[in-house]
């Protein structure tokens, strides 16, 4: 166990909804990272937050967002879902911002699009 | 760019048998390197790592060392169990690097006969 939390651990929308996702850090940890992977694909990284600010951005269009809150939590916001987005979306808290430090996921959030 | 390849899988040994799984990667600078283990229906755990060439990882009778000559972070171990089978991911970390993310291989399915 990581200490890293999320929810919900599953979750089925249609196409054009939005969802949030939640992530809560490992203790002392101050930094989230999100990630999405595919089926049969390694993750890929959506964006991190180190101390409530964007810290680093992946390949993604903006209607993909996030927010961290003063505890460290955060979430991923995903507006006007395509089925493509479905995918196990991981959580991973660190400590600091550099993305050098080593990473602790969580249990991942599976999401389907219909 | 960054970027890592894993031998294809699946894999499938008899409980007791030797495991490589080949990790090549090319990565600007001196990455710190991962392998992180994915069992099913589950996230990733942090198996092992090496920030420096030559380190070696290991963890769980698992060990990779970190071969800067040939760019190579290969997992092995000496006699796999059934609680080994699951997907292992090799993945990197860029030194220096500020906000870039791990980079994941594909992902290598491992699975463990009696």
């Known amino acids: 166990e990581t200490g890293v939390t999320q929810s919900p651990t599953h979750l089925i929308k249609t196409r054009g909804q939005q969802v949030t996702l939640r992530c809560s850090s490992q203790?002392?940890?101050?930094?989230v990272s999100w990630y999405q992977q595919a089926l049969g694909q390694g993750p890929q990284f959506i964006f991190q937050?180190?101390?409530?600010?964007?810290?680093g951005r992946g390949n993604f269009p903006p209607r993909f967002s996030g927010l961290q809150f003063p505890n460290y939590s955060s979430e991923l916001n995903v507006n006007a879902l395509e089925l493509d987005d479905s995918a196990l979306y991981l959580c991973?808290?660190?400590?600091?911002?550099?993305?050098?430090?080593?990473?602790?996921f969580g249990p991942g959030t599976r999401l389907l699009v219909l | 760019g960054n970027s890592v390849t894993q031998m294809e899988g699946p894999v499938t040994l008899s409980e007791e048998a030797f495991l490589t799984i080949n990790c090549t990667y090319t990565?600007?600078?001196?990455?710190?390197l991962f392998w992180y283990v994915q069992y099913p229906g589950e996230g990733l755990q942090l198996l092992l790592k090496a920030t420096k060439a030559d380190d070696k990882g290991s963890n769980k009778g698992f060990e990779a060392t970190y071969r800067k000559e040939t760019t190579s972070f290969h997992l092995e171990k000496g006699s796999v169990q059934v609680s080994d089978s699951a997907v292992y991911f090799c993945a990197l970390s860029p030194r220096n690097s500020g906000n870039t993310p791990l980079v994941f291989g594909k992902g290598t399915r491992l699975s463990v006969i009696a």
């Open positions: 937050y180190y101390r409530e600010e964007e810290n």
């Open positions: 990565a600007t600078g001196y990455p710190s």
């Open positions: 203790s002392g940890h101050n930094t």
């Open positions: 991973a808290s660190s400590l600091e911002g550099t993305l050098k430090e080593t990473q602790y």
